[in-house]
T-cell receptor, first 113, second 113 residues
Framework: DAGVIQSPRHEVTEMGQEVTLRCKPI?????LFWYRQTMMRGLELLIY????????DSGMPEDRFSAKMPNASFSTLKIQPSEPRDSAVYFC???????????FGPGTRLTVL | AQSVTQLDSHVSVSEGTPVLLRCNYS??????LFWYVQHPNKGLQLLLK??????LVKGINGFEAEFKKSETSFHLTKPSAHMSDAAEYFC???????????FGAGTRLFVKA
């Protein structure tokens, strides 16, 4: 089992550019979560999906952020346009719906200059 | 409503001495409770989980936690700290079968030689 896979692991971009983060959940898992972690704000839940459907996106900071899950094995988090305050580590996690522990990916470290 | 409070933002212990990381929760339903560990520049790893079975839960790396309903606590302990235990620890509450998962603010554990 490869675990949750995220790409890229590191992203450096300039303010105003579009950024796309990718996640492949563990095969068979029905729920997927996107988190953001910063020193100032800690770990924040941005959005989660169940059976590919967004259930709660109340944590998405603003309209510049969007997330999709076109199928059970792939999700993207897009920031357009990016800003320096978006610099953070973004984690993806997946979970079997009938159990409760989440399995985290290694994260994507985003730096917006 | 659910909430989780980690009572200490930082804990410092000497190598070989016991570890106690405190967590209190609030839940309207019988919760599932988890502890995760995050080493520097790594993702979150599940240490242990409580899901209404035995109240004393054993996890990886010698950690254990005891669910105390009367005290609404789920403190994490280890008899003897090792240098490799230095990390950030997150207490998490979730309603079984539900989608909402609440993370505590985290406790950073320092281990002195």
């Amino acid at each position: 089992d490869a675990g949750v896979i995220q790409s890229p692991r590191h992203e450096v971009t300039e303010m105003g550019q579009e950024v796309t983060l990718r996640c492949k959940p563990i095969s068979g898992h029905n729920s997927l979560f996107w988190y953001r972690q910063t020193m100032m704000r800690g770990l924040e839940l941005l959005i989660y999906f169940n059976n590919n459907v967004p259930i709660d996106d109340s944590g998405m900071p603003e309209d510049r952020f969007s997330a999709k899950m076109p199928n059970a094995s792939f999700s993207t988090l897009k920031i357009q346009p990016s800003e320096p305050r978006d610099s953070a580590v973004y984690f993806c996690a997946s979970r079997l719906a009938e159990y409760n522990e989440q399995f985290f990916g290694p994260g994507t470290r985003l730096t917006v200059l | 409503a659910q909430s989780v409070t980690q009572l200490d933002s930082h804990v410092s212990v000497s190598e070989g001495t016991p570890v106690l990381l405190r967590c209190n929760y609030s839940s309207s339903y019988s919760p599932s409770l988890f502890w995760y560990v995050q080493h520097p520049n790594k993702g979150l790893q599940l240490l242990l989980k409580y899901t209404s079975a035995a109240t004393l839960v054993k996890g990886i790396n010698g950690f254990e936690a005891e669910f105390k309903k009367s005290e609404t606590s789920f403190h994490l302990t280890k008899p003897s700290a090792h240098m490799s235990d230095a990390a950030e620890y997150f207490c998490v509450v979730s309603v079984p079968g539900g989608f909402k998962t609440i993370f505590g603010a985290g406790t950073r554990l320092f281990v002195k030689a």
